[in-house]
C-alpha cells in the first residue's frame, strides 16, 4: 500500500503596510532624534510620502496643520521648503516611521483610537482640535518633547 502525502505550505497573509514589526517598534522606542534611511534605500522623499497610506493621508487631510511645524522640529522637514532632497527623504522616512509606530500602539492605552487602521485618530475636522487620550494627542506629544514620548507606548 502505498499512500502520497501531499505537503501543504502554510501561506500567511501580507502584513498590512501600516502595521509595524516588532524590530522596527524597538528602533522608534530606542531613537533619540531621526535618523537616515537605510543604505540602499534612494527613494525621495515624495515617493515615501506615495507608498505610505497613514503618512499620505494624514498629510492630504488637515490633520497636519496643529502639529506640521513641530514635527519638523523632531524628524525633519519633508516639505519643499528644505532645499536638500536627501534631507527631505529622510525627514519624510522619520515622518512615516513614527505615524506608523503612533497607529500601533495599543488602543487599550489610548481609549479615543483604534489601532492598526491606517489613520492617526483624534483628530477634529477642522485639524485644529484633537481628542485627547487619542493618537492625535501623543503625536502632539511627539512634536513637543521628541521621541522620549514614544518610549514606553505598549504596541
Same mark, same amino acid.
Given at each position: ?30 531613537? *533619540? ?12 522623499a ?5 507608498q ?12 497636519h ?18 532645499p ?9 522616512y ?9 497607529d500601533?500602539?495599543?488602543?487599550? *492605552? ?46
Amino acid at each position: 500500500m502505498c499512500t502520497s502525502v501531499t505537503s501543504a505550505v502554510l501561506r500567511l497573509p501580507p502584513i498590512p503596510p501600516h502595521y509595524i514589526r516588532a524590530a522596527e517598534q524597538k528602533q522608534v522606542r530606542e531613537m *533619540t532624534g531621526p535618523v537616515s534611511r537605510p543604505a540602499g534605500d534612494h527613494r525621495s522623499a515624495q515617493r515615501i510620502i506615495e507608498q505610505s497610506l497613514i503618512t499620505r493621508r494624514f498629510l492630504d487631510g488637515r490633520d497636519h496643520y496643529q502639529v506640521g511645524d513641530d514635527l519638523k522640529l523632531q524628524v525633519g522637514d519633508w516639505t519643499n521648503a528644505n532645499p536638500d532632497p536627501e534631507a527631505r527623504a529622510d525627514a519624510a522616512y522619520n515622518l512615516d516611521k513614527v505615524l506608523r509606530f503612533i497607529d500601533n500602539v495599543d488602543d487599550q *492605552t489610548l481609549h479615543a483610537s483604534v489601532s492598526r487602521n491606517g489613520y492617526i485618530d483624534g483628530f477634529s475636522d477642522s485639524g485644529y482640535a484633537r481628542v485627547e487620550n487619542s493618537e492625535a494627542s501623543l503625536l502632539r506629544r511627539f512634536s513637543w518633547y521628541g521621541y522620549e514620548e514614544l518610549r514606553n507606548q505598549p504596541t
